[in-house]
């Protein structure tokens, strides 16, 4: 069995979300979604999500793509690769927050993939934002 790992914030979910995890789907069996800590995402964006990661978990669960639907650890950002193992991990094809040194953060050899965009004119997460 392969496991297919994805992470990002997941907002407000849209096409282009489900693109992403039913393409990420294809690169194994069994696909574990991680989900971004509001404080990681105040960190890193400079500003809270819309949705509580409670909230942006259960939407997730109910697209009923992903095999699991986990937090993200709020200190080491890795932690969550090491502690699930996955043979893949995913990556949107805009996503560049803590995608450096996930081969070294790793002690096996692990295939790194980076996901295509679904018309991403019409389908970014900013474009739904209401700020």
């Known amino acids: 069995m392969s496991k297919v790992i994805v992470f990002g914030t ?9 693109h992403m995890l039913e393409e990420a789907h294809t690169f194994g069996n069994q696909l574990v979604v991680v989900v971004a800590r509001d ?29 699991r639907v986990i937090l993200g650890d709020t200190q080491d950002y890795h932690k969550v690769l090491r502690d699930e193992k996955p043979d893949v991990v995913a990556l949107g094809y805009d996503q560049k927050a ?25 389908y970014k997460s900013s474009f739904f934002r209401k700020d």
Do not use: C, M, W
């Open 10 to 18: 997941f907002d407000i979910l849209h096409a282009g979300h489900r």
């Open 39 to 67: 404080a990681t995402v105040h960190k890193i964006k400079g500003r809270l999500p819309q949705f509580d990661e409670i909230t942006r978990s259960q939407n997730l669960r109910d697209l009923n793509i992903a095999d």
């Open 98 to 122: 803590f995608t450096e040194d996930i081969e070294k953060n790793l002690q096996y050899p692990v295939r790194i993939v980076r996901l295509q965009a679904f018309h991403p004119e019409k």
